[in-house]
């Protein structure tokens, strides 16, 4: 499957410094996104670190760390799968041990939503509250769930949905990376289809805009890069109270032979041009 | 003069005002501020001034004591907070006091958070526990057990039943759909089911499905026993026992 993705990051147009942090490494289909936290610029050094060690420790094919596991890793999962979990784990101990070793780093911490596509099979990981949505079919679709205070109470049915937007606590997070030594890792799989768009973002896009607005904004802006600069954009025009880090990532169609060139071809003549092309 | 009214699901039980003395809260009927639950602790907080400023301080409570949403040991207090203690909370009237630097017109809230911060597990269980015994509207436990099944009653498919334990569900010709629907020139995905926090939704694919003869356009939420048609297959989705 043909994959295409872009990112964008932002400071917004309140906050001074960036915390958040993004990589997107094309020749895996890897995506990471972290917004940090913490004083001082410690909130950059505790997202930077996270995405560094995913990054790297995903690209690392070496026979030593092939084979490790940390954490709770299932073995019905893919091998990208446990991976990709362990990286995590990995990640949460480095900034642990770092904030250990260094005072002044007390209680910094960061979310991350990482996302890896293996031919139709997309691996989650997640801890936070940065999210990741599938637009699959024009349905917008949360597949990461929230680990903040709020988000808590309306999954125990405490708060209702527009009780917890208003609410102050929105930035009580009950896991993070970095805040102690063993944490809990949402992992998933799932299969992707052609024309599925995924989108990694931090709160500072979804306090800011809505979901009818994201799924929009992805069906009419084909390109990666300018969805995700429009979307950064639209969050600023609200009053950008933080920072804004969106990844889109759009998955093609599958190459199936003639058949596929004839149904491709017979779109074309149909929409006239170019709309096929960012498929 | 500063007051502290203890209510009870909105009932005023007792008043009291605050002093040069610290008020004490508990279950223990000696406390200016006595709170019969069981929840509560003998000697559980106590409110008092210190240095101009009202303050509230848990006395190593079993189960705590928040100042609006927030589990605290010590906290300034602000004209319309709420201390929570039980499922009892106490209302501050501030107001007839020396300005405190703080916008009274605004919604009423505890230390405040800008920052994002993580709470550790205890404190996370509690104030969980704590807004639960506050809200007491977990709906939870009734019908958790119950697995959603689609059971089709019409059109061909490579299985009867499907149970949904994914939380994306195709339905397609795709070799990777959950529900394979069989014959000549069907689509890849033709509807999807998708799970969130309150239940099942089912969306359009490249067809548009219908559910109990309704056409859907875009998610709807499936509720039990409801037909769904799509692509010449039919089906009912059941939450099964």
Redo the contacts between chains.
Sequence with gaps: MRIVSGGVTDVGRVRTNNEDCFRIVESLNLYVLS?G?G?EAHGEVASELAVETIVKHCMDTGAESSGMQIGNIEPIWSEKTKRLTTAVHLANKNIYESAEANPDQHGM?ATLTAAWIDG?KLSIAHVGDSRLY?L????L?Q?T?DHS?VA????????TAAEAEES??Q??????LG??PDIEVDT?E??L??RDILMLCCDGLTRMVTEPEIAGTLQAETDPTKAAEKLVALANERGGVDNITVIVVRVGTESRGWFSWLRLWGRKKAAGNGSAGGR | MAKLSLMFEEKTVKEVPVGSRPISIGRSPDNDLPVDNLAVSNYHARVYFEGGRLVVEDLDSLNGTFVN??RIERATLHDGDSIWVGKHHIKVDASGDAPVPWDSGR?A?AP??????????KA?RD??QQ??A??E????ASGRLKVPTLVVIGGKSDQKEYMLT???T?IGK?A?ATVKIKGWFKP??AA?I?Q??DGY?L????KMPTVNGAPVT??VRLNDGDLIEVSGLRMNFIYRE
Excluded at chain 1, 171 to 176: E, G, I, N
Excluded at chain 2, 112 to 121: A, K, P, Q
Excluded at chain 2, 203 to 206: C, K, N
């Design positions: 917004d936290m004083g911490g139709q599938l699959r079919s024009g349905t679709q597949l769930s205070l808590e109470q309306v999954r125990r049915g405490i708060l102050e606590m930035s009580v997070l009950l896991r993070a805040a102690v998933e799932h299969i289809f052609a | 949403e927030l919604k809230s405040r958070i800008n920052e994002t911060m993580v709470l550790d597990t996370r104030m969980l807004a639960s506050a809200g509207r977990v709906q939870f994914n939380k994306l195709v795709s990777m890849a995905m999807q998708n969130r926090d939704y969306g359009p694919g490249e875009g998610p």
